[in-house]
């Protein structure tokens, strides 16, 4: 059970989140963000991603090393030493779920005492193989469905799933059409 004092709520602190929404409404800057990641062929189809900064505001702010493993599946001739992309993908979206839910939940008063997400996605690897270019390479759709325990009503729960969603930025990147730009360096 989440525990809730005058200040913090589900483990986030209220007066803190208040405070950098008004500072991010009165210095649009403070709330630019950079984000990067860096992803090396391992062998095979293994690959490892670091991630150790990011950008606030055009500073560059350096924190632990992260590491993300990558494979496929055995099926997909893989060793299955770790999750593929497109698992991660919904790995993302359900923590990116969980933070929203997390916050805003907390921003409404309200004491979540569970939440959890369970998401999936077809594919359909004719796509990703140029085997048919009538099949979209990646996911046809993704369901996630929410399941919460909290101290409100189905209407206030509601209201926080529906601006959740609206505010995600993984909902939004999955919805919305995002600029890619790649560029080829051969080294």
């Not at 991660?88 to 839910?101: M, P």
């Not at 907390?106 to 369970?118: C, K, P, Q, T």
Request: net charge negative; with cysteine; charged share 25%.
């Amino acid at each position: 059970m989440a525990t809730m004092d005058e200040s913090t709520v589900n483990g986030v602190d209220v007066t803190a989140l208040e405070g950098a929404i008004e500072a991010i409404s009165d210095d649009p800057d403070v709330g630019m963000f950079t984000f990067r990641a860096e992803t090396e062929w391992q062998d095979a189809l293994k690959s490892v991603t670091t991630i150790n900064e990011f950008d606030q505001s055009g500073e560059t702010v350096r924190t632990q090393d992260f590491t993300l493993q990558g494979d496929e599946p055995e099926q997909i001739l893989g060793e299955r030493t770790s999750p593929n992309a497109v698992e991660a993908l919904l790995g993302a979206l359900g923590s990116c779920l969980t933070v929203g839910y997390a916050a805003n939940a907390a921003a409404m008063g309200i004491e979540l005492d569970s939440l959890r997400f369970e998401m999936e996605g077809d594919v359909d690897l004719r796509g990703f193989l140029g085997i048919s270019e009538d099949v979209h390479p990646g996911y046809e759709a993704v369901t996630c469905t929410v399941y919460m325990d909290a101290d409100a009503s189905e209407k206030e729960l509601e209201q926080l799933r529906q601006h959740v969603e609206a505010t995600s930025p993984l909902v939004d990147v999955l919805t919305n059409e995002v600029a890619l730009e790649t560029h080829l360096v051969v080294e």
